[in-house]
């Protein structure tokens, strides 16, 4: 097997297994219909240690495959009768654990497109192939098959140790418990209810103690009281206490959970146990004979010992089964290809020494695959105090979804460093980077910024997809009265079109959607951004790069001599650019940019600070779009709910309308138990008219603008986000979280 495939894996090398470990060997089948295509295929592997089997349509390779064992397919997508895509899918319901690669020579790749998103391909190339890529494909998706296989394997075994942890635990429950016996004394507990109690604990081997507060006989504050004035036994305040990582490790968390107990502190041979249940002597036998020491034990509330064994050995936010992308399910997607975009000839083996141990290497991609499945927009990596929490946004929100032990947060940064070609010895100082990545799906750029903390270094990434499909207008969630609108606004010859919204708003996918809107070959389109998040062929994309000068108001300027007829400028950061941008709209150029302001009216003001003249405005200035974006109810689980009264007083007037009915996710598999699942923009439009423009052009108070707006039936975006509720795509929630309490006179 190829050694290039280690320095993605992490996996040692053949030339390092020891001699008496005989390299496996693999079956691949072999799919076309052209004899030719096939002998070169064979040539291809002729130095491995393969077993080839070949098939000259997709019913033979069938045949085949009942009959032959393989562990990978290489198939040809144009064949009479069953095509490529229609074989890897069929082999996909077969034979899951089978690793598909398509070979095309057609130009058509929508098909092949499709069968990649319906997970039946791992990989797809194209012919004429270059041998070496074919051979390192092969070898690395062999190794993926293995760590798959692996990787169930442990699943198994993990499953089995669970099972032999939790009847362990089962046997460590003892009849030995005083608790009931006390209560009976003390007639709170009559005889049927002590048998009851004793028979249950024979049939579910649960502490007593659970089972008397299951069945709410006696309340727990009640024989608390009595164990402490009583029997003399000391109740803790487990929130004041800090417990030592090492006294936790004496005793396993399952354990824990299950018997609702915990270490709290050793001193010498003495240690301090809390423990729900301070009668059990059987149990405190056990433990003093399972870890050789005398055991104090003192007493706290359920609720507070639960909930220090989540702050002591962590909460566990997700598990491995669910996280398929780090386990591996059917599909092993895993692999990422790092491209690394620099002249400098730098050998992948220096940039990946140090930093390929698999943990490291398999970790990040798990973080990056999970965040491509649950369409996450941002990844944070926190370090806290006890642990490393992965993060992710979703729909604008962010969600705690994995959790890393300290140990990996060294070697997880030094990886991601590396990656974005960074200083891995700098700790103290921010950094920025970017990674660009390319997995089975998709080509991704990471935005990396690393901010030194107090408990280390943190890691925020944005995911840029180059593969994002520009959205249409009509699936912008405009209403049809903004829709017409903007319709008309894209057909201007000339002039400025400016969005506006706080950062992560929509405005950059808005005008794409309207750059995109009737785009004609007649016309020279040019986009200057940092970054480039959508790519577009028809446009000439320049990236602002303002370490080597590369600016906005320098690019713009250029760009004007490169006859454009419309240009997208990402953002008017400073009076130069705005100046630059606003003559390229008075001179025959239709210009869309973006603007960090709250609402349209703003929009003016702000430029009026920026020190744009008054008139200039006036003159180029074609429409404002501010815009929010709130998430979308689950269309699966979305329900209809009373109205939340409280929430419609602070949204105001706007929202007391007669008649409105409200909906709400209640949660599923879809929207992850979120209850919602994608996000709809909310949007105002100003089209300024004649009178508008003369107040604009003399300076006019914003309060002046505004009144005129209003009189011309200017909708807002509070009103927007009242349609959007009634509708039934978002809630008054989402409206309040978005758009704030409302203040009206």
Partial sequence: MSNYATLFTGEPSDDAQKPSEAPPVYSILLVDDEPNVLSALQRVFRQENYHIHIANNALEALEILKAQPCQLIISDYMMPGMSGGDLLCEVKERYPQIIRIMLTGHADTNAVVAAVKEGAIYKFMLKPWNDDDIRITVALALEQYDLVQRNQELEKQNTAKAREISALAKLAVTNRSQLAIMLHKRQMLNDHQVQELYQQQQRRKEPMVKLILEQDWVSERQFRDILRQEFMIEEVALAEIQIDAAV?????????????????????????????????????????????????????????????????????????????????????????????????????????????????????????????????????????????????????????????????????????????????????????????????????????????????????????????????????????????????????????????????????????????????????YVTIEDPVEYYLDMAGQVMIREKIGLNFSTVLRAILRQDPDVILLGEIRDIETAEVAFHAALTGHLVYTTLHTNSAIATIARLFELGVKTHTIASALEAIIAQRLVRKICEDCRAPVKAPRDLIHKLGPVFKTKGMKYFQGKGCSTCHQTGYHGRVGIYEILLPSEEMRHLISSGSSVREISDMAAQENFTTLLEDAREKVRQGQTTPQEVLRVLGPQVFE
């Avoid at 010498?268 to 423990?275: A, E, K, S």
């Avoid at 992965?390 to 140990?407: A, E, F, S, T, W």
């Avoid at 890691?459 to 520009?470: F, S």
């Fill in 248 to 524: 936790a490790a004496l005793l396993p968390r399952s354990f824990c959970q299950r018997q609702w107990v915990l270490p709290l502190r050793q001193d010498q041979r003495r240690l301090t146990l809390v423990i729900a249940d301070p009668m059990d002597s059987g149990l405190l036998d056990e433990l003093r004979f399972v870890t050789g020491m005398e055991i104090e034990a003192v007493m706290a509330p359920v609720a507070d010992i639960l909930a220090k064994i989540d702050d002591v050995y962590g909460e566990e936010i997700i598990s491995f089964d669910e996280l398929e992308t780090l386990t591996a399910g059917s599909d092993p997607f895993e692999g990422i290809e790092i491209i690394i975009e620099d002249d400098d000839d730098i050998p992948l083996e220096v940039l990946l020494r140090g930093t390929d141990e698999p943990p490291a290497i398999r970790l990040v991609n798990a973080i990056i695959l999970e965040a491509i499945r649950l369409r996450a927009s941002d990844i944070h990596i926190h370090p806290r105090t006890k642990s490393v929490v992965v993060r992710y946004r979703i729909d604008g929100i962010l969600v705690d979804k994995i959790q890393v032990p300290h140990n990996l947060h060294l070697s997880l940064v030094s990886r991601i460093k590396v990656m974005a070609e960074l200083d891995i010895t700098e700790r103290r100082r921010p950094q920025d980077g970017r990674i660009t990545v390319k997995t089975p799906l998709r080509i991704l750029d990471l935005r990396i910024s690393i901010l030194p903390t107090l408990n280390g270094e943190k890691i925020v990434m944005r995911l840029l997809d180059r593969n994002a499909e520009v959205f249409s207008m009509d699936a912008l969630g405009l209403s049809g009265t903004n829709q017409t609108t903007l319709t008309n606004v894209v057909s201007k010859p000339q002039g400025i079109i400016l969005a506006t919204g706080p950062t992560g708003s929509g405005k950059t996918s808005t005008l794409y959607s309207m750059l995109q809107y009737q785009a004609t070959p007649e016309k020279n």
